[in-house]
Antibody, heavy 120, light 110 residues
Framework: EVQLVESGGVVVQPGGSLRLSCAAS????????MHWVRQAPGKGLEWVSL????????YYADSVKGRFTISRDNSKNSLYLQMNSLRAEDTALYYC?????????????WGQGTLVTVSS | QSALTQPASVSGSPGQSITISCTGT?????????VSWYQQHPGKAPKLMIY???KRPSGVSNRFSGSKSGNTASLTISGLQAEDEADYYC??????????FGGGTKLTVL
């Protein structure tokens, strides 16, 4: 059974930093690209970032480019999101999601999310 | 990276069919057959319902179907059931490995 478990969400002040983690199990982690998707309270979904299966390629939404860094450790079956220069508008539930693979762009498994609150 | 456009809400009675539209541009929906749809119940993580415009993942009911015409994709749910009441989001690949979502549609089963 595929499982994705996020952690690391806390309350942080504007301008602060935070690292989110996602522990993956139930599939061959290093066969798949992985994504972060976020959802502000009461709002819709927003794609945040993608990392290729080997970590060699990374991509970001314009809203986080230059502030967030996605990474992965395939030896630990783990995905990370380093978040710097946090803003109030970054407040959201952050989901890690597995890419469906085979060139198809879709998110076939999701974690339960970890809540990041940016507030003074 | 503009969001895709979905109606805010749709409704239907049990047994009926409804369609949710997702309008993008020639840079996203119109250029790639990589539209996906997600169902989200309150307090739950999203669930993939349709990928690559019209493919259903294993375990998803065949009451759910997807299509695309030009810059607009559609999700159709036939034989509406009470458990279909949820928020639905479309998503499309938009080149350069970016991926806008629609704003979401709240489906009410009357």
């Amino acid at each position: 059974e595929v499982q994705l478990v996020e952690s690391g969400g806390v309350v942080v002040q504007p301008g602060g930093s935070l690292r989110l983690s996602c522990a993956a199990s139930g599939f061959t982690f290093d066969d798949y690209a992985m994504h972060w998707v976020r959802q502000a309270p009461g709002k819709g979904l927003e794609w945040v970032s993608l990392i290729s299966w080997d970590g060699g390629s990374t991509y970001y939404a314009d809203s986080v480019k230059g502030r967030f860094t996605i990474s992965r450790d395939n030896s630990k079956n783990s995905l990370y999101l380093q978040m710097n220069s946090l803003r109030a508008e970054d407040t959201a539930l952050y989901y890690c999601a597995k890419d469906i693979g085979t060139g198809g762009w879709a998110f076939d498994y999701w974690g339960q999310g970890t809540l990041v609150t940016v507030s003074s | 990276q503009s969001a895709l456009t979905q109606p805010a809400s749709v409704s239907g009675s049990p047994g009926q069919s409804i369609t949710i539209s997702c309008t993008g541009t020639s840079s996203d929906v119109g250029s790639y057959n990589l539209v996906s749809w997600y169902q989200q119940h309150p307090g739950k993580a999203p669930k993939l319902m349709i990928y690559e415009v019209s493919k259903r993942p294993s375990g998803v009911s065949n009451r759910f179907s997807g299509s695309k015409s030009g810059n607009t994709a559609s999700l159709t749910i036939s034989g509406l059931q009470a458990e279909d009441e949820a928020d639905y989001y479309c998503c499309s690949y938009a080149g350069s490995s970016t991926s806008p979502f629609g704003g979401g549609t709240k489906l009410t089963v009357l």
